[in-house]
């Protein structure tokens, strides 16, 4: 018998980024994945991706990404296959239309970690099984669902809550934008002028927030931004690909770091995101990190269990 949280809506359709999706999808990623978390919990097993094999694709370095994902693939009991970049015939200029009509051949599923959104969309347009989107330079979508699940299960709701988002206007940011205007939550990103996020994430995400009575705002001050905020999110300054901008932007985002002092503007139960990795001592300080409203750790636990969630549903 298929587990209850394997609801077919979904079976067959790509991951390229929550705008894709409505909130009740939104809402079945989260069903399955807190599920799958119990599951794994209490050793029950859950192979109900087995015989199926996900081929993974990094264009860019990664942690947290191919571990959960292959840790994931493996529990969900099918096969997970790491492609190099470097390896696969895109290096010697295979065309992605190309090389996506082949892996369809042989694969189930096809999660890339890459930089533009543009390639992502056409290795999608081009495959004929789910492709998910490991991250682009524009969004993160697996990141903020595995986010979103952890606020929820420490806040115990998301609708009208407020999450401070403190930094770069970057592909995290978008892809909590996406979602917080899904769920119904307030969300207020402080960055410096000239770094806020893109106008046409904004205008989507504005979009659904005008249906489920969210509310997104970017300022400039991050005391402001925090302020009674449920939940606190820092990221790295400088993202892949702008290590050479690391030193202006030190400058740059100097003042907003989160420390002790930004946090005493926050609701006194505020939780603190980061979507790792952290340059202690820069966006965020060794203090809060390993403090106790820090809920780092098992943010990024919950990145298995939510990819393992995207997988079950859209490999079904």
């Known amino acids: 018998m298929a587990a209850a949280y394997l609801d077919a809506r979904l079976k067959g359709k790509d991951f390229l980024t929550l705008a894709d999706f409505s909130t009740e999808e939104i809402r079945l990623f989260l069903d399955a994945a807190h599920e799958l978390k119990k599951e794994l919990k209490a050793g029950i097993p859950h192979p109900v991706l087995k015989g199926k094999t996900l081929g993974m694709i990094f264009h860019k370095p990664s942690t947290r990404t191919r571990v959960s994902f292959e840790v994931g693939m493996y ?24 090389t996506a009509r082949t892996l369809s051949r042989y694969l189930d599923g096809i999660m890339i970690r890459t930089f533009a959104q543009e390639d992502l969309e056409e290795l999608a347009a081009y495959a004929s099984i789910p492709v998910i989107n490991g991250l682009t330079d524009l969004v993160h979508p697996t990141q903020a669902l595995a986010d979103i699940m952890t606020v929820e299960e420490h806040k115990g709701k998301l609708h009208g809550l407020k999450l401070a988002f403190i930094g770069d206007g970057n592909n995290v940011a978008h892809s909590l934008l996406h979602i917080c205007a899904k769920v119904g939550m307030k969300m207020v ?7 806020e996020p893109d106008p046409r994430v904004m205008a989507e995400a504005q979009a659904d927030a005008a249906k489920t009575g969210a509310s997104l705002e970017v300022i400039e001050d991050p005391a402001a931004a925090v302020k009674e905020a449920d939940v606190v999110y820092t990221d790295l300054w400088a993202s892949m690909g702008q290590e050479g901008e690391q030193e202006a932007r ?16 926050a609701a006194p139960d505020v939780i603190v995101l980061h979507c790792l990795p952290a340059h202690r001592g820069e966006e965020i300080t060794d203090e809060v990190m390993d403090g106790p409203h820090s809920v780092v750790f098992e943010e990024a636990e919950n990145r298995l269990h939510m990819h393992k969630a995207i997988m079950a549903l859209v490999m079904q």
Do not use: H, K
């Open 250 to 265: 030190r400058r740059v985002f100097s003042r907003y770091q989160v420390n002790s002092a930004l946090l005493r503007n």
């Open 75 to 98: 529990q969900l009991g099918g096969y997970p296959l790491f492609l190099s970049a470097q390896e696969l015939q895109l290096r010697r200029g295979e065309s992605v239309g190309d």
């Open 189 to 195: 990103i402080a960055c410096p002028a000239g770094y």
